[in-house]
């Protein structure tokens, strides 16, 4: 069932004027005030601004107690077009706002006036009538970012708020987002030993341990489970490549910024590759095709590299090495609507496991900025119309997105929600028309005569990093019995029973279960606390009755003691819940 989207317009312009008023707050304590650019976003708003000095974490009080003084003058709000040669006098004091001026399309651009001359901006409008309606707001944080994103233009201060319509939704988002704050992934890898950074790797590059690397395996095996008895094949390609694939691909005029440059010995002009779908193109034009061989489905888990800015890296969710699940499918046009169902029940067979909600979105063009995409009108018109009719089809639900598709094609997305209600676009199916054309991929049809395939790009976790940080955080850090990088922690109470524990670890492991054994000289609640700030799902306690019973005594993380249990059926319990992905 085809569902349009309809964004909050009360909501978004609510924001947008909060960011207005913190624009102007900041005008009438810091006069010198230099204003970047104030858009709404998912949960409130921000500004960037010039001021000297910088404001501190101290200063947001003050700001927002202005903006609430603002907020309660009441002030109207209006919207008025003035000629370009206006709009240079009113801010002629303002760089940034001379700037925008001069890349406005048409002889008028837009002003916002809040009151009578108390304040006023460079906007396109979208505000509420007046400040009196923006609601319950609170500044939360700064950041330091590059005018238009440039690291050779000046950095400005970045003010962030939140905006809701009400106190009681602004307080029950604070209390979601210090939810977050203790779930937080980065806090989780170091409690549990799971990956770290280093100053002489560099940032925003994760170094996993093996405790780590236990998790991103598991998830890899689950995957491949899922889609190799589908016919994707596995490959592998290098990490380093010359410029020219990208040009071709189209890549290089559209990302070269975000590529780093690799110097060899020669004078070849090389990248570390940021995406691997040129790659896999050339897997597929080593050798003629036949419609026989058609659709092709190559996978990969590989990384890539991407020259992220220093300010925006985060954790695991924003690096600069990426390892993707990649997988391209190379198909006949009358294939896609086939392929595309495969590559969704995959997706519903992976996310079910994690107890995910998933919604769906077709990402399309943005009309308005051509430049932005590859190919003809015609080709995404026909592209669009063939994932639109496909979930129309399959009576899936979904919204439609303008401005979300790849340069290359309109995708559908499959956007997640976690038990703290985020929402995370993770999974894609990306549908290509356009670069099988940029490198003359060809196959013979029934007749012999020439075609070009279909390309679809396919991500179902997407980056390994990016779904570790959603699962520690959704889970906050309590991972299901078969993720975890210690599945059963052994806990003897003294000496004596050290021997069994063994035994007992040997049967374990013998059984395909990760075990660690703990013989230090430290009392049983020691033992225990520390098993559980480790996560550990199940501890298996040994003391002289189950030694002198063969037995073990039982306790699960979270629910405490079970009681006394044979080994044999233990094993068979927990190898069965494995195999069952709980």
């Avoid at 603002?70 to 206006?86: C, G, H, N, W, Y």
């Avoid at 070269?256 to 940021?274: I, N, R, Y």
Wanted: aromatic share 8%.
């Amino acid at each position: 069932m085809r569902k349009k989207i309809s964004p909050d317009l009360d909501l978004a312009t609510m924001r947008h004027t909060a960011a207005h008023v913190l624009a102007a707050a900041s005008t009438k304590l810091r006069p010198e005030t230099k204003l970047g650019v104030g858009p709404a976003i998912d949960d409130g708003f921000y500004h960037d601004l010039e001021v000297n000095p910088n404001y501190t974490e101290e200063d947001l009080a003050v700001l927002q107690a202005k903006m609430e003084e603002i907020k309660e003058m009441d002030l109207p709000i209006t919207q008025r077009e003035v000629s370009r040669a206006e709009a240079r006098e009113l801010f002629a004091h303002d760089p940034y706002k001379l700037e925008l001026i001069e890349e406005v399309a048409g002889e008028t651009v837009g002003v916002s006036d809040m009151g009578e001359g108390f304040f006023i901006t460079l906007c396109k409008g979208g505000h509420v009538s007046s400040t009196g309606q923006i609601g319950a707001f609170k500044l939360t944080r700064l950041a330091g970012v590059y005018w238009k994103g440039d690291t050779t233009r000046p950095q400005l201060q970045r003010i962030y708020g939140l905006a809701f319509p009400t106190p009681a939704e602004l307080e029950a988002h604070l209390t979601l987002l210090a939810e977050a704050k203790k779930r937080d992934h980065r806090k989780l890898g170091r409690e549990l030993d799971l990956f770290t950074f280093s100053p002489l790797v560099g940032p925003g590059l994760p170094l996993f341990t093996p405790r780590g690397t236990i998790i991103r395996r598991e998830l890899e095996t689950f995957l491949q489970s899922l889609q190799e008895p589908h016919g994707y094949q596995r490959v592998i390609i290098p990490h380093i490549t010359k410029a020219d694939l990208y040009k071709t691909s189209g890549h290089w005029e559209k990302f070269q910024a975000d590529l780093f440059h690799v110097q060899g010995q020669s004078e070849e002009s090389l990248v570390l590759k940021p995406m691997n779908c040129p790659h896999h193109t050339q897997i597929y034009a080593a050798r003629p095709r036949s419609y026989r061989d058609l659709p092709l489905r190559l996978s990969e888990v590989t990384t890539v590299y991407r020259d992220e800015q220093a300010g925006e890296l985060q954790g695991l969710t924003r690096v600069r090495s990426i390892t993707q699940d990649d997988a391209h499918v190379f198909c006949r046009s009358d294939q896609i609507a086939a392929e595309a169902v495969i590559i969704m029940q995959i997706v519903e067979e992976f996310y079910a496991v994690f107890d995910f909600t998933l919604r769906v979105r077709l990402s399309l063009r943005d009309p308005a900025k051509p430049d932005k995409y590859l190919g003809s009108e015609a080709t995404w018109q026909q592209a669009e119309a063939s994932l639109r009719t496909l979930l129309e089809e399959k009576k899936v639900e979904f919204v439609e997105q303008k401005g979300e598709a790849a340069f290359y094609g309109p995708k559908i997305d499959f956007i997640a929600r976690d038990s703290l209600g985020r929402d995370w676009q993770l999974a894609t199916i990306q549908l290509d028309f356009n670069m099988p054309v940029r490198f003359a991929l060809t196959y013979t049809d029934t007749t012999g005569q020439e075609q070009t395939p279909v390309m679809i790009h396919r991500a179902i976790l997407g980056s390994f990093e990016r779904f570790m940080a959603i699962l520690l955080e959704h889970y906050a850090g309590t991972l299901p019995l078969w993720l975890a990088p210690t599945q059963v922690a052994l806990l003897p109470i003294a000496d004596a029973q050290h021997e069994y524990a063994r035994q007992v670890a040997q049967e374990l492991a013998g059984s395909g279960l990760r075990v660690e054994t703990d013989e230090r000289a430290i009392s049983l609640a020691k033992k225990i606390r520390e098993a559980q700030q480790k996560k550990v799902p199940v501890m298996l306690i040994m003391g002289k009755k189950e030694l002198a019973d063969t037995t073990i005594a039982v306790r699960l993380l979270n629910q405490g003691d079970q009681g006394q249990a044979s080994l044999p059926e233990l094993i068979h319990e927990l190898t069965q819940k494995i195999r069952e992905r709980k």
